[in-house]
């Protein structure tokens, strides 16, 4: 098993900035990517971004070129830093994890606000 705790969420002005964390503990060598999914309210669980063991990194279209994804494999760690933070935005941040033999695991969530 793999527990995922992500931290950094908050109340942030539009074209702010937002640095949010999540790290991994538990069986966290079968894990191969390391991703951030957001869900606005009352929307869908959308994709934000990945990043895998060999540094690959993938982005959702809204995203590219505000976010950047950061993992740490030895660490177990992966950021996300976010900028020209914009109302829609606003969500609920989840980690999740891929690991080896199909394993899928989720964070609780950060909730991250972008309002004037």
């Known amino acids: 098993q793999v527990q995922l705790e992500e931290s950094g969420g908050g109340l942030v002005q539009p074209g702010g900035s937002l640095r949010l964390s999540c790290a991994a503990s538990?069986?966290?060598?079968?894990?191969?990517?390391m991703e951030w999914y957001r869900q606005p309210p009352e929307k869908q669980r959308d994709f934000v971004a990945r990043v895998n063991r060999v540094g690959s990194t993938t982005y959702g279209d809204s995203v590219k070129g505000r976010f950047t994804i950061s993992g740490d494999f030895a660490k177990n760690t992966v950021d996300l830093q976010m900028t020209s933070l914009k109302p829609e935005d606003t969500a609920v941040y989840y980690c999740y994890a891929y690991a080896y033999g199909g394993k899928n695991y989720w964070g609780q969530g950060t909730h991250v606000t972008v309002s004037s």
């Open positions: 538990g069986r966290t060598f079968d894990i191969y990517t």
